[in-house]
Every structure is written in structure tokens, then in C-alpha cells.
């Protein structure tokens, strides 16, 4: 039987190499024994070219990585019509059960409204996908005609035309799905329909924008648990954005991070943080990241910032503050 270049080399090797090299496959044999959460843990530390380099250098060792090298799979719209019609997967894999996450590279209007995603994400042969990266040229409403049955339980949209239109109605065939992010995308004025997405419980929103009488809440005031908000625009200081920090009506909300990255548009909280606690009881911890400034806040940590480097406790509620960062 033909040996692999690693296999082949540990023969070539002194007394003292194939020991190490026997102890390696011992770690190795070890590793494959622990469980599925921890191997993720610790691949964390691991680059995906350091990983595909360690691939490389054997089957067994190729074997055991497998299924975290496939988890997460890129693909173009191109290949990904191709290799549908050839063989009904996104790529062409032995072990098509190992794909968790796929991402699409690029976009295209034609394709979005033709491709079967329904087919994709209930199909047996792919049975752990569940989640979707896509850039959209458009509108995200190609979604409502081709998601029925599906598993999906992550989504994250980016359209390359800012200000493409976003309705929750378009996704509202996932059933599934938990995790939304949305970027550049204008919302639509939808009523809340607890119907659409009953299992989402996390709203990613970045340079995302909405008008009047549409409110945020409408994704799912018993619904959403966590709320990510992300601006590098004039948004983050418009009333409409305003108009929210002072009388958010999320009832089940956990968690919510603010981030502007937009340098010249400092974001002044002043009761507005305030506001935000006291609406929502349910609050446990908010991040204010970037260009944002509240005088209480930045005062307290400014003078007492060794008694609070991680956070300030406010009402129960932890505040994460850019000044925290910048003076650790």
C-alpha cells in the first residue's frame, strides 16, 4: 500500500524523530477523543491556512480535520451553479454532512431569484447546513418565493447597493432561523407578524436604516434577546435612531451593543442611556463601542477607572464603555 510523504518520511527518520513522530500520532489519537465543543475551542487559535497546511501533511491527519476544514465552505454563484446542477451540492464533497456554513463570494440578481435555496437547506444530503453568508445585489425579497422548509437557522445579508429594501416577510419562510444580520439594507415598514421567524432571537443590524412609523421592535418585541447595532454613517445621530434609545420596547431583551465607527460623528448619550436601562427590565449588559460619548459615564471613568476596568454596574445592568479599552 502507497504511504503518504508524512508516513514515508517517519521511516527515513533516526530512533529519536520516530519516537516523536509516534507521540505525535498518540496526541493525535487523543485529540480525536475529545469532544466536538472543545476541538472548535481550541481550533480558535488555529489560522484556516495553518489548518489546511496541517492537512496536507498526512491522510490520518487529514481525516481527523476534515470536518472542521469543510464546516465552514466558500463558493461563487458560478460554481455553485454548476455544481448544483451536476450533483444537487454547492461543492463537490465526499462528505457533504460535514458543511455547516456557506458563503457565497460575490453576487448576482439572476441567480438569486432562480436558485432553489428551499431544495438547498432541506436537502438530506446536507443535513448540519445551517447557515448562509450572501451579498445580494438587491432587495432581499427574492427570499420569500424559495425558502419554504428549510433549516436555516443563521442568515447574514449584505447588499452592495445601500439602501436596497429589507422586509422581514422575505425571510419569513426560515422558520428556523435564530441569528439575522443584515447590512446596508433600508427596512421596510412591516407590522409585527409573530408568525415570521418565531425562533429568532438575535438582530444583527449594520449601517442598516428605517423611517418613520416603522419601530425596531416590529422584528419581535418577546422575541429578540440580543441586539447588535453598527454604524459608520450619519444614522447612529439621526432622531429616528435617537428616538429608539429613549423608548425601546423590547420586553425579553439580554443584551444590546452600540458601535459607531464613523470618526467625525460622535454619538452623545446623554439621558438617552438612562432611558434605555430603565425601559427594558430585562437588560443585563450594553456595549458602547467607537465614537461615543456619555459625560457620566466618561467622567466616572475617567477619575475611578482602576475600580472598574471591565465594566461600570448601572442599576444591575453592566455598561462596557470604549474607555475601558482605552485605558487597559
Not at 115 to 140: C, Q, Y
Not at 159 to 182: D, Q
Not at 198 to 225: A, V
Request: proline content about 4%.
Amino acid at each position: 500500500m502507497k504511504r503518504s510523504t508524512f508516513d514515508r518520511h517517519a521511516y527515513s527518520q533516526s530512533p529519536a524523530s520516530t519516537r516523536k513522530i509516534q507521540k505525535f500520532y498518540v496526541s493525535l489519537v487523543l485529540f480525536e477523543l475529545l469532544p466536538h465543543e472543545l476541538i472548535l475551542h481550541i481550533l480558535r487559535y488555529i489560522s484556516r491556512t495553518d489548518l489546511i497546511i496541517l492537512a496536507s501533511t498526512s491522510k490520518r491527519i487529514r481525516s481527523v480535520l476534515q470536518p472542521y476544514l469543510f464546516a465552514n465552505t466558500k463558493v461563487s454563484w458560478r460554481d455553485l451553479m454548476n455544481n448544483w446542477e451536476l450533483c444537487k451540492m454547492p461543492v463537490i464533497a465526499r462528505d457533504p454532512y460535514v458543511i455547516e456554513r456557506l458563503r457565497l463570494v460575490d453576487s448576482c440578481s439572476k441567480n438569486e431569484w432562480t436558485f432553489p435555496f428551499a431544495e438547498l437547506f432541506s436537502s438530506s444530503r446536507l443535513p448540519n447546513l445551517k447557515s448562509l453568508t450572501l451579498e445580494t445585489a438587491g432587495s432581499s425579497s427574492f427570499f420569500k418565493y424559495s425558502a419554504v422548509g428549510s433549516r436555516l437557522e443563521k442568515l447574514s445579508i449584505h447588499t452592495v447597493r445601500p439602501g436596497s429594501i429589507f422586509n422581514l416577510e422575505h425571510v419569513s419562510p426560515f422558520a428556523a432561523l435564530k441569528h439575522l444580520t443584515l447590512t446596508n439594507f433600508e427596512i421596510e415598514t412591516f407590522e409585527e407578524n409573530d408568525s415570521w421567524c418565531p425562533n429568532l432571537s438575535t438582530l444583527s443590524l449594520e449601517n442598516c436604516t428605517w423611517c418613520y412609523p416603522f419601530q425596531l421592535e416590529n422584528f419581535g418585541r418577546e422575541k429578540i434577546t440580543s441586539l447588535f447595532l453598527k454604524y459608520s454613517n450619519a444614522f447612529i445621530i439621526s432622531e429616528r435612531f435617537k428616538m429608539f434609545l429613549n423608548n425601546p420596547n423590547f420586553t425579553k431583551l439580554h443584551h444590546i451593543s452600540i458601535t459607531n465607527n464613523e470618526t467625525n460623528l460622535k454619538l452623545t448619550l446623554s439621558v438617552h442611556i438612562m432611558n434605555l436601562i430603565e425601559s427594558i427590565p430585562t437588560l443585563k449588559t450594553v456595549e458602547l463601542i467607537g465614537n461615543i460619548y456619555n459625560e457620566t459615564i466618561h467622567n466616572f471613568t475617567t477619575y475611578d477607572l482602576d475600580n472598574c476596568t471591565n465594566y461600570l454596574a448601572l442599576n444591575n445592568v453592566k455598561i462596557f464603555y470604549s474607555s475601558f479599552l482605552q485605558g487597559s
